[in-house]
Each structure stands twice: as structure tokens, then as C-alpha cells.
């Protein structure tokens, strides 16, 4: 089992930048592949970005493809979202979660473990 903990959200202008980290307890971090979600008021929670085990496979949405970069750091349990050139559109609660699956994609099923979420919220 793991914990998940997010931080690094907060208010931004527009074209902005923000990093989201979300940090994993337990030693084996390196074990899942993780992925960062998003949900706005009144809407479903989407796909942002995933990352495989060994942070050497990414896949975004098409969204922020271009602007957001998932990272990982399995020394130090954590995974990272750049979040640059950001858009009032943006504006949502952001979740990291982990999934025991060795392939994992932008179905919210795919995902076992998540963190309580940050809030990002982009003023125009």
C-alpha cells in the first residue's frame, strides 16, 4: 500500500507556472507507475499526464500536451507535474495516483492509491 501526498498548488496568473509534487510513502515507490488527474467544479475527474515505473515512458492529454511535464524521482518517492504557459481552463483540484499495473493509461479504474488533492487556480 501507499500513501500519497500532493503539494505545490496555489493561485497563478494567467501564463504562469506552477510544480505539483506528490510524495509516496513506503519503499516501493519505484514499483508503480503514477499518473496526475484533475477535477473542476462540476465536472469529471480527467486525465492529465502518466508515467511508467521507470519514468522513462510518459503520455499526456491532449489538454496540456506541450505545456505540463510529468517527472519522477524514485530516490526521493516523489513525482513531479511542470505546469508552465497555464490557462483559466487549468483551474481544478489536481490528484496523484498510483497504479500496481505495469501499463497504465487515462482511465481513472487503472489507478489504485490516491492522494486528497491541490488546488490550482489560474486568474485572468
Known amino acids: 500500500q501507499v500513501q500519497l501526498v500532493e503539494s505545490g498548488g496555489g493561485l497563478v496568473q494567467v501564463g504562469g507556472s506552477l510544480r505539483l509534487s506528490c510524495a509516496a510513502s513506503g519503499r516501493t515507490f519505484s514499483s508503480y507507475a503514477m499518473g496526475w488527474f484533475r477535477q473542476a467544479p462540476g465536472k469529471e475527474r480527467e486525465f492529465v499526464a502518466t508515467?511508467?515505473?521507470?519514468?522513462?515512458?510518459?503520455y499526456y492529454a491532449d489538454s496540456v500536451k506541450g505545456r505540463f511535464t510529468i517527472s519522477r524521482d524514485n530516490a526521493k518517492n516523489t513525482v513531479y507535474l511542470q505546469m508552465n504557459s497555464l490557462k483559466p481552463e487549468d483551474t481544478a483540484v489536481y490528484y496523484c495516483a498510483a497504479s500496481v499495473l505495469p501499463i497504465v493509461g487515462v482511465s481513472r479504474l487503472q489507478y489504485n492509491y490516491w492522494g486528497q488533492g491541490t488546488q490550482v487556480t489560474v486568474s485572468s
Open positions: 508515467i511508467n515505473r521507470s519514468g522513462g515512458s510518459t
